[in-house]
């Protein structure tokens, strides 16, 4: 069983940065592609950033030039950095892990997620 679990969370004011954390846990092997999702209140989850095996990045345009996704050297912790947060950035964010597979955009290609982290932007 694979376990994952976001922290960093929290209220930021917009302009300002944030990072989540996603840390991981039990039968895992080696590297895998991983990747951060979102979900805003009456919407549905969306795809924010992703890693794959080989540590190549893939981010939503929503996300692109002010998140960073990352991981570090030990492959148990994921990292989201948030820079320049925006007020519609606000959702709770998940992160995911594909054992099997590569970095997708779709939920259905994650088997495992982490319980969720809130993230608030306020103007």
């Known amino acids: 069983q694979v376990q994952l679990v976001e922290s960093g969370g929290g209220l930021v004011q917009a302009g300002g940065s944030l990072r989540l954390s996603c840390a991981v846990s039990?039968?895992?092997?080696?590297?895998?592609?991983m990747a951060w999702f979102r979900q805003a209140p009456g919407k549905e989850r969306e795809f924010v950033a992703g890693?794959?095996?080989?540590?190549?990045?893939d981010y939503a345009d929503s996300a692109k030039g002010r998140f960073i996704i990352s991981r570090d050297g030990n492959k148990n912790t994921v990292f989201l950095q948030m820079n320049s947060v925006k007020v519609e950035d606000t959702a709770v964010y998940y992160c995911?892990?594909?054992?099997?597979?590569?970095?997708?955009?779709?939920?259905?290609?994650?088997?495992?997620w982490g319980q969720g982290t809130q993230v608030t932007v306020s103007s």
């Open positions: 995911a892990i594909n054992i099997i597979g590569g970095v997708a955009r779709a939920t259905a290609y994650y088997p495992y």
């Open positions: 039990g039968r895992t092997f080696g590297s895998y592609a």
């Open positions: 890693l794959s095996r080989s540590d190549m990045t």
